[in-house]
C-alpha cells in the first residue's frame, strides 16, 4: 500500500480495494514502527486520522468523494492546524496548541484528505538540514547517518520512507525543493501568492510559500488543485484563476526550450551531481527539446541578498513571541525586560538567535541604506536575471543542490551550510515557481534535478517533470528501512 | 563594515534576547562572517535601481470595513501563560 | 530676553469605522477585556493583515479636506519595539509613503484675524492596546481591545507661536474630522489625543531650540496648560544657564506639571521596514475625484457662506460653523424663522446659556431646532413680544409644550396689539399714579425720555407681558405729552 503513489492510492480507495480507514491505519502502523528512528513527525494525531478517514469512507459511500477523500497527508508543523500542537519545531511554542487551521490545512480538510500528524523541520524553518530543530534531528531514509535536508526535512523523510504519501512543506529559500532532493523525492515551490500564507508561521514574509511533496509531479498536481487559489485573508495570495494542473501533464515536450544556467555549473557543484543532472537533461533531448546555455549574471548576489532580506523579515515576524499570549513564558521574570529577555532567550534555538540579531542589526539606524535597501534592490536585479532568462527559453534546468544529502553533524558553520543553498535562494527573491525531481543517485543518496519556470507556470512545470517521470524511474526507487520492533 | 561586540549586545538588546557578554562573544565571530558575506553586496552598482520590496508587482486589496470577527476570548487565551479576568497579565509596567 | 514659542503636534484621530484596520473585529468602545480583539489583533502565530478599505477612504476624505496632495502610492511600515500593549513587537504605520501629503488648516485668532497651520502630512497606522495598572498581584493587566482601531495620525509643521494657536489648531482639526464624520473626535475616550512638540527660541534667531515632546495629552484645555508650563519650565531652564534636553514628558493635569517619562531615556531604534505583509496602496485619480465630490461641506465653507450670504459676523460665522452639529441646529432654526440674524442670536444667546449652565451639548439640547425656528418667527410676526418668548423657550426648555404655539396658547402670551385695549390700561395706569405724572409733567422736556419707563413698567405689568411694547410707548408718550 505505501509503495503506491499518491495517484495510485485515490484509484484504489475509488476502486474499493481498500478504506480510508484501511490506508490510514496502514500509514500510522508504519509511522509507529519505523518513525522512532527517523524522528520525521513531531506530533501523530491517529485519532483525529481516524475519525477524518472513517469520514471519508462514509462520504465516498454516500457517492460524495472528490478527488482527494480518504487520501493521507502530513503536514509541516508550520501551519496552524485548530485543537494541535503546532511547534515551529521551537522550544518556544512547545506548548502551543492553534486556535485555528491554516488557510492549506482548512482546503485540505475541505478536499477529504486525513491529516496523520505533524513533520519536523527546522526551528521556524530557518535551516537547510533539519538539525536545527528543538524537537532533534531527522534521519535521511535512504541513509540514515545523512541530513533529510531542510527545512521541511520531516516532510521529505515521511514521504520518502513511506510513513505518507504526500506531505505539505513551505520554502523560503529552498525548503522544499532541497529536501526532495536529498530525500529522492517530487517538491514543488509553486509562485509567491499562488498559495494562501494565511496560519503559516511566518518566517520571511515576502519569500514564504506552501507547496506540496509527494512522489511524483502528478500527485503534486493532484494536491495543488486543492490547495492553490485566492485566499481574501492574504493580502499577497493573488486573484488569479486556477487550472486543472493535471490537465496538460502528459502534453508533449517537442519544441521545449530548456536553458541551462552557466552559474548553475560552476565551482563547488560535485561532479557527480553535474554528471546526473546532465543526463537527466539528455532525456529531455531525447523527448524533443532543446537546450542551450543562458546566462543569470546576479546568481552569486543571492545568497548575501537573501541573508539580509529574509532575517530582517524574521526579526520583526519573531518579536510576537514575547511570552505574554501565547508560547514560552519564562519563570518568575523580576521585571518586564527580565520577562522578554529571558522567555526568548530560553524559548528561541542558536540558528533563529543568530538570524533575528543579524536582521535587527542590518535593520538598525546607520545600517539600512547600506544593507535593507541594497539587498532589495539586488532582489530587483535577480529578478530581472529569470525574466530575461525566460524571454529566451520555456524552462530553466540545474541540480536542485550542489551536493547530495550531507551527513548529520557535518556542517558545522553556517556560512558554509548558508552557500548550499545557491541553486534554490534566487528562486524565492524573483518570486517564481520551481520543482525538484529525482534524477539518480550518488552512492545511496538521491540527486535532484530543479526545473524552474516563470511566475505562474506550475502547470508547465508539473507536465515537464511528469513527462520525465513517465521516461525514468528514479522517483519509483524506495528506501530500504531497517525493520524495527513495533 | 565589521561588527564589534557592542553590536552584537545592542542587537540583542533591541531584539529582547538576553545575551551574556560569553554569548555576545560566541555570536560576534559567526554574525562577523555572515555580514562579511554579506558584503558582497557593496561590489554591485545599484544606483538608480528600485528596491524590490515584493516579488510580484500587486497591489493591495482592499477588505469591506465590515465586522467579521465574534468574541474568542476564552478560546485565545487557553494558550496563554498570563491570564485573569480576561486580561493578559505581565510584570508591572513603570510609567 | 525676549523668547519666542514654537510648537508642532502629532493628533492621533480613532477613524469610526466598524471593523479594525486590519482585521473584522469590532471597534465599538467599552466592551469587556480582550473580548474585541480578534487572532490578528493578539498577532497570533500566521495571521495575516488586509486593510480596511473605509480607512482609506476615511484618511483621503481628511486630506481632501485639507487641501492636501494624496499620493498616487502608499505604503505600509512597521515600527519595530517591545511594548506589552504591541501585540506584534511591531505597529503597522507608514513612515516614508505616507496616504496624505502636506496641505494646510486656517485657525482663528483673537484678534479676529487667521493663520494657516501647515500639515506636513497625515498617515495611517493601527492603535495599540491599553495597560491596566491595578493591582493584579504586582502585575500589569494588558486589554488588547483597542489594538488594531486604525487611526489617522496628522503631523503639522512647528508653524504654532502660542499655546492658545496649538488650541486653536487642534480645534480645528477637531471640527474638520467631526463635519466629515470620521472620528467621533471624543476626546475624553480617546478617540483623539495629541502629542506637543514644545521649544523656545530667542526672538529672531532662526534655528529652533531643542524640543520636548509632551506625550498624549486628551482635552483642548490641557493642551493649553501643558503648553504654557513647558514654555515657562524651558525658557526658565535657560535663563538659570542650563539645556533643554530632547526628551519625552508627560502632562500631569492634577499637578498641572510636565514631567519626564522615561529616567533612562533609551536611544529608540525602531527600524522602519516595508511590511512584506502588505501591499503597496495604489488610488487612482476617479477614485480621488469621487471621494472629493461627495465631501460634505467644510467648517471654513461654511463659516464663509454664514459670512458672505447671510451676512452674519465673522465672529458669529466662527463659532456656529466650528462644529457641524451646532452649524446644522443652527440652519435648520434659520430655515424655520427665515431669519439668519434673529436665529444666530438665539442660538449664540438663549440656547447656548442654557446648553452651557446644564453642560448639555447641542445633540442634548431638550429645545429642538425647529422648535426655536417657531418661536423666532413668532416674535418676528408680533404674534409675542421678546419678553413672553423667553419665556416660551423655557417652557419648552422644560417639556410644558411641544411648539411655540401651544405654549402661547397655554399661557396667554400673545401680544395685545389692539390700541383700544392698551389705551385703557395707559388711562387707568395714569389715573393711579397722580405723583408720576406731576413729576413728569415738571420735569425739563429732555428728561421725560427716561421717566416714560416707569409708565411702560406699568402698563406691561398691567398686562401681564402681553402688550406690545412699542405701542406702549408710543401711546403713553402721546397721552402723557398732552396733559403738559
Known sequence: ?486 | MALEHADVLRAAHLARLGLSDEDATHYLDDLGRILEMVDHLQALDTEGIAPLAHPLDATQRLRADEVTETDRRDHFQRCAPAVENGLYLVPRVVE | MQWETVIGLEVHVQLATQSKIFSGASTAFGADPNTQACAVDLGMPGVLPVLNEQAVAMAVQFGLAIHAEIPEVSVFDRKNYFYPDLPKGYQTSQMYHPIVGPGEVEIGLDDGTTKRIRVHHAHLEEDAGKSLHEDFHGMTGIDLNRAGTPLLEIVSEPDMRSAKEAAAYLKAIHSIVTYLGISDGNMAEGSMRCDVNVSVRPKGQAEFGTRAEIKNVNSFRFVERAIEFEVERQIELIEDGGEVVQETRLFDPERDETRSMRTKEEANDYRYFPCPDLLPVVLDAAYVDHLRESLPELPDEKRARFQGELGLSAYDAGVLAASREMAEYFEVVKDTCGDAKQAANWVQGELSGALNREGLSIHDSPVSAAQLGELIARVMDDTINGKAAKQVFQALWNGQGESADEVIEAKGLKQVTDSGAIEAMIDQVIGDSPAQVAQYRDAEPEKRGKMIGYFVGQVMKASRGTANPQQVNALLKEKLDALC
Open chain 1, 1 to 486: 500500500m505505501h509503495d503506491k503513489t499518491l495517484t495510485e492510492l485515490a484509484a484504489s480507495l475509488a476502486a474499493g480495494e481498500f478504506t480510508s480507514r484501511e490506508l490510514t491505519e496502514h500509514q500510522l502502523g508504519r509511522i509507529e514502527r519505523h518513525d522512532g528512528a527517523l524522528n520525521s513527525f513531531i506530533t501523530v494525531t491517529p485519532d483525529a486520522a481516524l475519525e477524518a478517514a472513517d469520514h471519508a469512507d462514509a462520504s465516498r459511500a454516500r457517492s460524495e468523494a472528490g478527488p482527494l477523500t480518504g487520501l493521507p497527508v502530513a503536514i509541516k508543523d508550520l501551519f496552524c492546524s485548530d485543537g494541535v500542537l503546532t511547534t515551529a519545531g521551537s522550544k518556544m511554542l512547545s506548548n502551543f496548541v492553534a486556535p485555528y487551521d491554516a488557510c492549506v490545512v482548512e482546503r485540505l480538510k475541505a478536499a477529504g484528505t486525513v491529516s496523520l500528524g505533524k513533520t519536523n523541520l527546522d526551528e521556524f524553518a530557518m535551516g537547510s538540514s533539519n538539525e536545527s530543530s528543538a524537537f532533534g534531528a531527522v534521519q535521511n531514509p535512504w541513509d540514515t547517518t545523512a541530513v533529510p535536508g531542510g527545512s521541511s526535512g520531516g516532510s521529505a523523510a515521511a514521504v520518502a520512507a513511506g510513513l505518507a504519501p504526500a506531505a505539505m512543506g513551505t520554502d523560503t529559500g529552498g525548503s522544499i525543493r532541497q529536501p526532495a532532493a536529498f530525500c529522492g523525492i517530487t517538491g514543488l515551490k509553486p509562485t509567491y501568492g499562488r498559495i494562501s500564507r494565511w496560519g503559516i508561521i511566518a518566517y520571511a514574509s515576502s519569500l514564504d510559500q506552501a507547496g506540496p511533496m509527494a512522489r511524483t509531479a502528478e500527485d503534486c498536481a493532484l494536491l495543488m488543485n486543492a490547495i492553490a487559489g485566492h485566499d481574501p485573508r492574504d493580502s499577497t495570495c493573488v486573484a488569479r484563476g486556477v487550472p486543472d494542473y493535471t490537465a496538460d501533464l502528459a502534453a508533449p515536450l517537442s519544441g521545449l526550450k530548456i536553458g541551462l544556467p552557466r552559474e548553475y555549473f560552476g565551482d563547488g557543484l560535485d561532479p557527480a551531481v553535474e554528471a546526473a543532472v546532465r543526463e537527466a537533461v539528455a532525456v529531455y533531448e531525447s523527448l524533443g527539446a532543446t537546450v542551450r546555455e543562458v546566462s543569470l549574471p546576479h546568481t552569486h548576489y543571492a545568497i548575501p541578498a537573501y541573508y539580509v532580506i529574509a532575517p530582517a523579515e524574521a526579526s520583526s515576524n519573531l518579536s510576537r513571541y514575547d511570552g505574554v499570549r501565547f508560547g514560552h513564558r519564562c519563570e518568575n521574570p523580576s521585571d518586564l525586560i527580565d520577562l522578554y529577555k529571558r522567555s526568548r532567550a530560553e524559548g528561541f534555538g542558536e540558528e533563529v538567535k543568530r538570524r533575528i540579531l543579524i536582521g535587527t542589526h542590518t535593520l538598525s539606524e546607520g545600517f539600512f541604506d547600506a544593507y535593507y535597501k541594497k539587498a532589495q534592490q539586488v532582489r530587483r536585479l535577480i529578478r530581472q536575471d529569470f525574466l530575461d532568462a525566460f524571454e529566451e527559453v520555456d524552462v530553466l534546468m540545474g541540480p536542485t543542490s550542489p551536493t547530495p544529502a550531507f551527513d548529520l553533524g557535518a556542517q558545522k558553520d553556517p556560512v558554509s551550510m548558508y552557500l548550499q543553498d545557491i541553486y534554490t535562494i534566487a528562486v524565492n527573491l524573483a518570486g517564481i515557481p520551481g520543482i525538484s525531481v529525482p534524477a539518480g543517485f550518488v552512492g545511496k543518496r538521491p540527486v535532484g534535478l530543479q526545473i524552474l519556470g516563470t511566475h505562474f507556470a506550475e502547470q508547465r512545470l508539473l507536465n515537464v517533470a511528469h513527462r520525465y517521470q513517465q521516461a525514468t524511474d528514479w522517483h519509483l526507487r524506495r528506501p530500504e528501512l531497517a525493520e524495527e520492533n513495533a
